[in-house]
């Protein structure tokens, strides 16, 4: 087993880090979202350059899973309280549910986990082996009553938007499938330029608040241990950090001031197939126990927005920020070209916005559009020839260039979700 070093921050660099980087801070100085206590406390809302972030995210994240095979589904927020009676949540995991909801002769609960839907839509039809891996996505909302003292901005929240997956597999496919998940979850985060703090294989601990299975948890144990070992990564394992029903693999992050938060995991789980009797027809035509690889590559989306606004300072990747490209005529001269420019990027997908000189100098309006990728600088000459000198966020200054040449360049690169701002023709 490997360890990863990490660096340790002084106090001062700290507190000037945090202070920065803080997301409730930055998250309603950028107007991304905010909260009302007439709304309640950890119910943030999400306003409009907020929105198109997560709406951004969420095509991601959804975009990928599709190449990678899986299906989407909607299933519903609340559930009969039988069905978390059945997943073992209502045992195990109460003390984090909102209580349950008198519904005539039923009582209901809003969902803790979107799983236990995930295994009734298995099994509401019947499988082949051939059928196999299944894999089922859904971005979905559950809820977890959180205490008012924990609560903070995005980072933990008492509704929660979560990127589940849940894959149906035989015993022989759970270790490629959680390879081929780690990989998904090592993508991801090039695009969004994340760094992981470590990679954590997740092991129960003492106390009642796991499954009593004790053959069961060595095989998912083993089964993760060596997905690990064959990956290279560097992982610790920690005791008292795994799911009630299973082992995970956690990717941690860490924030400004070194405070870790997990992002994504990768779970085994041979306990809801179990309980749930879920099962598929083998090659010998009998009936076979599938084994639940749950998997999310950037878990809650707002906690993963929550990262990126302190990791980035809202200067967000070109293909994820609220305004990519913003255009600024020199001269009311321009206007005409300025808005002609901004009709085609939004022909293109791109999203742009005019700032014009009703808003200050050119010096002022650049200051103003320092967290944009891209400036697009129209003087009269550019204006006349067709042409667009671009300044990038990182400083660079581009030569002026064709409009559909820079165009194309900057739709290239937000349709990969490249992380680079610009790279050489």
């Known amino acids: 087993m490997r360890s990863l070093a990490r660096c340790s921050p002084t106090s001062t660099d700290v ?14 100085e950028l107007g991304l979202f905010d909260t009302d206590p007439l709304i309640g406390a950890g119910l943030p809302y999400w306003l409009p350059d907020g929105a198109t972030v997560r709406h951004t995210l969420e095509e991601y994240i959804r975009a990928a899973e599709r190449r990678a095979g899986y299906r989407h589904v909607y299933s519903p ?21 909102f209580p349950p909801m008198d519904l005539g002769a039923e009582q209901v609960v809003l969902r803790p ?52 997956a849940h894959v149906f597999c035989t015993l022989d496919q759970v270790a490629d499938e959680a390879s081929a998940a ?36 060595r095989r998912s144990t083993a089964l993760l241990t060596d997905v690990l070992d064959r990956s290279g990564l560097p992982y610790e394992a920690v005791e008292g950090e795994a799911a009630f029903y299973g082992p995970k693999i956690d990717v941690q992050v860490a924030d400004g001031a070194g405070r870790e938060s997990t992002l994504s995991t990768v779970q085994v789980d041979f306990h809801q197939p179990e309980r749930f009797d879920l099962h598929y027809i083998g090659p010998d035509g009998a009936r076979h126990r599938p084994v639940m690889v749950h998997r999310s590559i950037i878990g809650s989306v707002e906690r993963a927005v929550a990262h990126l606004i ?20 020199v001269s009311e001269a321009e206007l005409g070209r300025a808005e002609e420019l901004v009709r ?24 103003a559009a320092r967290l944009v990728p891209y400036q697009a600088v129209l003087g009269p000459r550019e204006a006349a020839d067709g042409r667009v000198a671009l300044r990038l966020r990182d400083g660079r200054r581009l030569d002026p260039r064709p409009v559909d040449e820079a165009l194309a360049r900057i739709d290239a690169l937000v349709k990969s979700h490249s992380p680079d701002l610009w790279n050489a023709a």
Not at 77 to 97: F, N
Not at 147 to 163: C, D, H, W, Y
């Open 182 to 217: 780690l990989e998904m979850i090592r993508r991801a985060y090039e695009a969004l330029g994340i760094t992981p703090a470590r990679y954590r294989l997740s092991l129960p601990g003492p106390g009642g608040k796991y499954v009593a299975a004790p053959e069961m948890w």
């Open 77 to 97: 927020v609340l559930g009969k309280r039988e069905l978390y009676e059945l997943s073992g949540h209502w045992e195990h995991y109460s003390d984090d549910m």
């Open 113 to 164: 986990s979107l799983c236990p839907h995930h295994a009734a839509i298995y099994r509401s039809r019947g499988h082949s082996y051939r059928e196999l891996p299944l894999r089922m996505a859904e971005l979905g909302g559950m809820y977890r009553s959180e205490l008012s003292g924990v609560l903070g901005g995005l980072t933990r929240v008492r509704a929660i938007q979560l990127n589940d």
């Open 310 to 329: 302190e990791r980035h300072g809202g200067a967000f990747p070109g293909w994820l920020a609220p305004t990519q490209l913003v255009v600024l005529p």
């Open 344 to 367: 085609r990027c939004e022909e293109l997908g791109l999203r742009a916005e005019l700032a014009g000189p009703d808003r200050g100098t050119l010096g002022a309006r650049i200051r």
């Open 15 to 28: 507190d000037e880090e945090t202070a920065m980087s803080d997301h409730r801070k930055l998250g309603r």
